[in-house]
């Protein structure tokens, strides 16, 4: 396929367009209505739960660390509250940007805004970047949302563990937000109706990170930054590192989320933290599921889908190996074995951009 | 503009819909929570997706693809992605059958 272009704007939107790719019909896997329905279904107690134990955690973490402040004794519970701050409001973001986490709506959309606050995301933008990495997973030039770019990029990479990136980008972009509206890019996707939304919302996120700002001066001291902007850097391993199993090393442009997406099996922290999206596959496939079902329809599906991860250690020795190789050769992806219970891959399913899923690029 | 008989009254459960295919147009028929059914266009208006799979919560339906929203009664969009309102059409029950009147 050669050098791959992610511009919204490049050759390979283009012709994702072009090909039919963007508008195919991805797979799904067949579940009876009924006990989709019950899957599907919604409720608030998973979810209240969940957000008095997280809020309640992160209050006592701070607490702690502003208490100790600034011996190192306050060194633990910063680096739990980071976490918490930097990387649990990364799955709290997105799970309340479909609406599923909980059955209320103003009660997703709450924890919406605080947790796109704290994951440096304008509130407005993200809703629709996510919408079309949804529709458009992983399509190169059409999925904003892609975290591992080919050739892969390892100093990046490995930059964002600590979310220097991230951070670098976001506060250029936040000023522009809050004095222009959204950017030329952020306009392919977002729509004119909710432009001023996106320049009111980086508004508000620019008036609060002033005050801190403005506090850590008048005190002569970082603590208000350390518990408001930058947990977002020194707790958001957590994120990045399950983030980027979510799709690493997998195929793009392809239209079978089995292709693209990883399940990984982990530890009832981390699940707590990244709220049940290690059921990565599962969640790409049936977005209306929520988060506490997830592990419900994993067991329903899972004859069709490749083997999960059976830990973190376990997800990134299979896909580290593809990430490095990927430097070398933009085409090479892993293609993961399907049980012989599964329906297999449609490889005329995958024949829409010339040269995608080209046998010899796969393993 | 005809009457077309499309189901029966109990193939839709109470707090369900189904697809219903006429004429070379997708349509989607709701029992709602209130016991009466409705009719709308049978795709959402955000993409190119048939709203058939997605669930019906007391007087709305949420897309399967992004989680829109519309209320089936009205066919007001609800809830982001959707921002385009979902036609609806006039349904009647004739003993144990649902019409819908459709262009
Ligand atoms: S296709 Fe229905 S919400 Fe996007």
């Given at each position: 396929?050669?050098?791959?272009?992610?511009?919204?704007?490049?050759?390979?939107?283009?012709?994702?367009?072009?090909?039919?790719?963007?508008?195919?019909?991805?797979?799904?896997?067949?579940?009876?209505?009924?006990?989709?329905?019950?899957?599907?279904?919604?409720?608030?107690?998973?979810?209240?739960?969940?957000?008095?134990?997280?809020?309640?955690?992160m209050?006592?973490f701070?607490?702690?660390?502003?208490?100790?402040?600034?011996?190192?004794?306050?060194?633990?519970?910063w680096l739990a509250y980071g976490v918490l701050y930097g990387s649990a409001s990364d799955?709290?973001?997105?799970?309340?940007?479909?609406?599923?986490?909980?059955?209320?709506?103003?009660?997703?959309?709450?924890?919406?805004?605080?947790?796109?606050?704290m994951i440096?995301?304008?509130?407005?933008?993200?809703?629709?970047?996510?919408?079309?990495?949804?529709?458009?997973?992983?399509?190169?030039?059409?999925?904003?949302?892609?975290?591992?770019?080919?050739?892969?990029?390892?100093?990046?990479?490995?930059?964002?563990f600590f979310g220097?990136?991230?951070?670098?980008?976001?506060?250029?972009?936040?000023?522009?937000?809050?004095?222009?509206?959204?950017?030329?890019?952020?306009?392919?996707?977002?729509?004119?109706?909710?432009?001023?939304?996106?320049?009111?919302?980086?508004?508000?996120?620019?008036?609060?990170?002033?005050?801190?700002?403005?506090?850590?001066?008048?005190?002569?001291?970082?603590?208000?930054?350390m518990?408001?902007?930058l947990p977002r850097i020194y707790g958001a391993w957590h994120h990045v590192?399950?983030?980027?199993?979510?799709?690493?090393?997998?195929?793009?442009?392809?239209?079978?989320?089995?292709?693209?997406?990883?399940?990984?099996?982990?530890?009832?922290?981390?699940?707590?933290i990244?709220?049940?999206?290690?059921?990565?596959?599962?969640?790409?496939?049936?977005?209306?599921?929520?988060?506490?079902?997830?592990?419900?329809?994993?067991?329903?599906?899972?004859?069709?889908?490749?083997?999960?991860?059976?830990?973190?250690?376990?997800?990134?020795?299979?896909?580290?190996?593809?990430?490095?190789?990927?430097?070398?050769?933009?085409?090479?992806?892993?293609?993961?074995?399907?049980?012989?219970?599964?329906?297999?891959?449609?490889?005329?399913?995958?024949?829409?951009?010339?040269?995608?899923?080209?046998?010899?690029?796969?393993? | 503009?005809?009457?077309?008989?499309?189901?029966?009254?109990?193939?839709?459960?109470?707090?369900?819909?189904?697809?219903?295919?006429?004429?070379?147009?997708?349509?989607?028929?709701?029992?709602?929570?209130?016991?009466?059914?409705?009719?709308?266009?049978?795709?959402?208006?955000?993409?190119?997706?048939?709203?058939?799979?997605?669930?019906?919560?007391?007087?709305?339906?949420?897309?399967?693809?992004?989680?829109?929203?519309?209320?089936?009664?009205?066919?007001?969009?609800?809830?982001?992605?959707?921002?385009?309102?979902?036609?609806?059409?006039?349904?009647?029950?004739?003993?144990?059958?649902?019409?819908?009147?459709?262009?």
């Amino acid at each position: 396929m050669g050098q791959r272009d992610y511009s919204p704007f490049g050759a390979d939107a283009k012709r994702a367009v072009e090909s039919g790719l963007t508008a195919a019909e991805w797979y799904h896997t067949d579940v009876p209505r009924k006990v989709m329905k019950d899957l599907m279904a919604r409720s608030d107690s998973p979810a209240i739960r969940d957000t008095v134990l997280l809020y309640g955690l992160m209050i006592a973490f701070a607490g702690a660390g502003i208490a100790l402040w600034p011996t190192l004794w306050s060194l633990p519970f910063w680096l739990a509250y980071g976490v918490l701050y930097g990387s649990a409001s990364d799955s709290r973001w997105h799970e309340c940007s479909h609406g599923t986490a909980f059955r209320t709506p103003w009660m997703n959309n709450a924890v919406y805004e605080i947790s796109s606050f704290m994951i440096m995301r304008n509130s407005a933008t993200w809703r629709w970047s996510h919408a079309r990495h949804h529709s458009e997973t992983y399509i190169v030039g059409r999925d904003p949302e892609i975290a591992v770019m080919r050739p892969t990029v390892l100093a990046k990479l490995i930059l964002n563990f600590f979310g220097i990136i991230d951070v670098i980008t976001f506060f250029p972009n936040l000023i522009r937000n809050a004095v222009a509206g959204p950017t030329a890019a952020e306009k392919t996707f977002v729509p004119q109706s909710e432009w001023a939304k996106v320049q009111r919302v980086a508004q508000i996120h620019l008036a609060i990170y002033a005050a801190t700002v403005a506090l850590a001066i008048a005190l002569g001291s970082i603590l208000p930054l350390m518990v408001i902007g930058l947990p977002r850097i020194y707790g958001a391993w957590h994120h990045v590192m399950t983030g980027l199993l979510q799709h690493g090393g997998l195929a793009d442009n392809v239209i079978d989320h089995r292709l693209n997406s990883r399940t990984v099996y982990m530890n009832p922290i981390s699940r707590f933290i990244y709220w049940n999206m290690n059921y990565h596959v599962e969640h790409h496939m049936f977005p209306m599921v929520p988060y506490h079902a997830l592990p419900r329809l994993h067991e329903t599906i899972k004859a069709d889908l490749p083997a999960p991860n059976r830990s973190i250690a376990e997800g990134f020795a299979e896909m580290w190996p593809a990430l490095k190789r990927q430097l070398f050769q933009e085409d090479y992806f892993l293609k993961r074995e399907l049980p012989p219970t599964a329906k297999p891959y449609r490889e005329d399913f995958h024949q829409y951009v010339p040269g995608m899923m080209a046998p010899k690029a796969a393993e | 503009m005809p009457w077309i008989d499309a189901c029966a009254t109990d193939a839709i459960d109470e707090e369900d819909l189904i697809r219903f295919d006429h004429g070379g147009a997708t349509y989607a028929i709701y029992h709602g929570v209130d016991g009466k059914f409705y009719a709308t266009a049978g795709m959402c208006t955000h993409e190119h997706v048939h709203l058939c799979d997605g669930l019906v919560m007391d007087f709305m339906i949420e897309c399967p693809k992004h989680n829109g929203q519309f209320d089936y009664r009205t066919g007001e969009a609800m809830r982001a992605p959707v921002c385009v309102n979902l036609k609806t059409f006039p349904v009647k029950v004739d003993g144990n059958r649902v019409l819908i009147e459709v262009p």
